[in-house]
């Protein structure tokens, strides 16, 4: 069973930066995907950003030039450095990884912009 615990959410003004990790842990295999989701109050869970095991990143249009995403294969950790911050990125953040054709998914961390 893989554990996925994120850490770094917070308070932060708007205009602001936070550093999101996620660390993976109990996996006998090799962790491919990597990702960030957010869910915001009465919303739905959307995409944020997503790293291949090769390195490959994509990001959702409104994050794009604010957030990047990275990972420490070695560490099986990601990151998600997020600057410009608006309060629309208020949400609670969720890292997944997938791990052959099983994905999993952390317990969420709270990420609050205030104006």
């Known amino acids: 069973q893989v554990q996925l615990v994120e850490s770094g959410g917070g308070l932060v003004q708007a205009g602001g930066s936070l550093r999101l990790s996620c660390a993976a842990s109990?996996?006998?295999?090799?962790?491919?995907?990597m990702g960030w989701y957010r869910q915001a109050p009465g919303k739905q869970r959307e995409l944020v950003a997503h790293?291949?095991?090769?390195?490959?990143?994509n990001y959702a249009d409104s994050v794009k030039g604010r957030f990047t995403i990275s990972r420490d294969s070695a560490k099986n950790t990601v990151y998600l450095q997020m600057n410009s911050l608006k309060p629309e990125d208020t949400a609670v953040y969720f890292c997944?990884?997938?791990?052959?054709?099983?994905?999993?998914w952390g317990q969420g961390t709270q990420v609050t912009v205030s104006s």
């Open positions: 997944n990884a997938r791990v052959v054709i099983v994905t999993y």
């Open positions: 109990g996996s006998s295999f090799r962790i491919d995907a």
């Open positions: 790293i291949t095991g090769g390195g490959s990143t």
